[in-house]
């Protein structure tokens, strides 16, 4: 697919925070779906975030990326993502019951998010909170890093770019479009969604864009949002790594694959700007239905009844919990997984809770977590040694159990992994 536009600068200096699809990215669908939106629907939209300037859902189309990193927003970060555990290059799929965590995942956050702000029960905060998250997990969910597990989403692989070291979620979110847009100011954004709009209108978009929102149902947003994810997720073995981790660890993707890639971000910042707009008119149009629905159905607001069984975790959902979302601790914790096979016998993963205690708190150190090899090691034989004591044994009882075990944390010594 051609380009749509060729911006003529490319700016050296990059975000200080990565953020999915990029500040650059998540403002341009916002700016699309406000072009396309009915009037009822912005004067809605506007309200429900008491803001009537021109930028009304472009400005907090990022809010979601830095509100997970503080206090109150942590409990979002499982919200940006869901990870398919398919078998890339030679099998992309999304399965919700597979790949949906028990703590949620974007496509639970995208139906939790739509009950949440047609509600009238809420308070004007939270529907405002829940119009900000609509908006930023649509832009997340179309983009295909976002809709894999592989590698936390391509984050543990490392790539250059320009030559610069980084991975590849990251050029995937940031990297790529700066690259082609030359730039990630707010008016870049404009500009970037003004010419995506006119490819939608009368352009190489024009005739697909009937399809893009063919199915969309605000009152089955699992389903929805499932559909694109399986979309999204299709570029994985198609276009992010057509041939393996192998063909793009540690290689510099400014050039062929920047060529490649840049065709399917455009077309998916489009489509998710398109359905944004047809997602937020359908919600505003049918507000009075949904409300009525969640009365009726008596709906619990906090999601917990749109997520799937309770299922084990596999490793690559457990990594996601242990290592915080993106660590580069996951090979050391690969390592334990491995040398501690006999970790799920344990009925309620007590010894994954301590995995994950010892853990948290060696991240809060990213000096210690690079260097202290001693600290990882002396997790594992913790770990083995709780498995094998308990085993010995035959201690796997209910009375066993207890509510909040021991820290691992606490059987460590400090001491010991401080360089």
């Known amino acids: ?86 078998s890339p290059p030679s099998s992309c799929s999304v399965d919700y019951d597979r790949d949906c965590g028990a703590k949620g995942c974007v496509v639970s956050a995208i139906a939790n998010y739509t009950q949440r702000v047609a509600s009238t029960t809420l308070s004007n905060t939270e529907v405002n909170y829940a119009l900000r998250f609509l908006v930023h997990f649509v832009g997340d969910i179309h983009q295909p890093l976002h809709d894999e597990a592989l590698e936390i989403g391509g984050n543990d692989i490392d790539v250059t770019f320009a030559g610069a070291s980084t991975n590849l979620h990251h050029i995937w979110d940031t990297e790529i479009p700066e690259k082609f847009v030359g730039g990630y100011s707010l008016s870049d954004a404009k500009a970037w969604a003004k010419t995506l709009n006119t490819a939608t209108k009368s352009g190489i978009y024009a005739s697909q864009v009937a399809s893009w929102t063919k199915g969309l149902d605000v009152t089955d947003p699992v389903t929805t949002a499932l559909d694109w994810a399986s979309e999204a997720n299709a570029y994985v073995c198609s276009t992010v790594m057509p041939h393996g981790q192998a063909a793009v660890e540690d290689v510099d993707l400014s050039g062929a694959y920047y060529t490649s890639a840049i065709s399917v971000v455009e077309l998916q910042i489009a489509r998710a700007g398109v359905r944004l707009a047809a ?33 084990p975790l596999s490793k690559a959902k457990l990594v996601r919990e242990a290592v915080g979302y993106g660590s580069r601790a996951r090979e050391r914790l690969e390592r334990i997984l491995q040398n501690v096979s006999v970790i799920q016998n344990d009925p309620e993963w007590r010894c994954r809770t ?66």
Not at 384 to 410: C, F, H, L, S
């Open 279 to 311: 997602y937020l008119d359908a919600i505003a149009m049918n507000q009075k239905v949904l409300t009525k629905r969640l009365v009726q159905d008596d709906v619990d607001m906090s999601g917990a009844d749109l997520l799937p069984d309770t299922r």
């Open 1 to 86: 697919m051609p380009h749509i536009r060729t911006f003529a600068a490319v700016l050296s200096a990059a975000l200080p925070v990565a953020n999915a699809w990029g500040t650059l990215g998540h403002e341009t669908v916002a700016f699309i779906a406000q072009d396309r939106m009915a009037a009822h629907t912005v004067s809605w939209a506007q309200g429900v975030l008491d803001n009537t300037s021109t930028s009304y859902l472009a400005g907090i189309a990022a809010w979601a990326d830095t509100y997970r990193y503080t206090a109150a927003g942590t409990f979002s970060a499982p919200f940006h993502f869901i990870d398919a555990e398919d």
């Open 354 to 419: 301590w995995i994950k205690n010892a853990l948290v708190e060696l991240e809060k150190d990213g000096q210690v977590v690079g260097t202290a090899q001693l600290s990882w090691e002396k997790i594992e034989r913790t770990a083995r040694d709780y498995v094998a004591q308990k085993t010995a044994a035959g201690r796997y009882q209910q009375e066993d159990i207890i509510a909040e075990p021991r820290p691992m944390w606490d059987m460590l010594e400090e001491k010991e992994i401080v360089p």
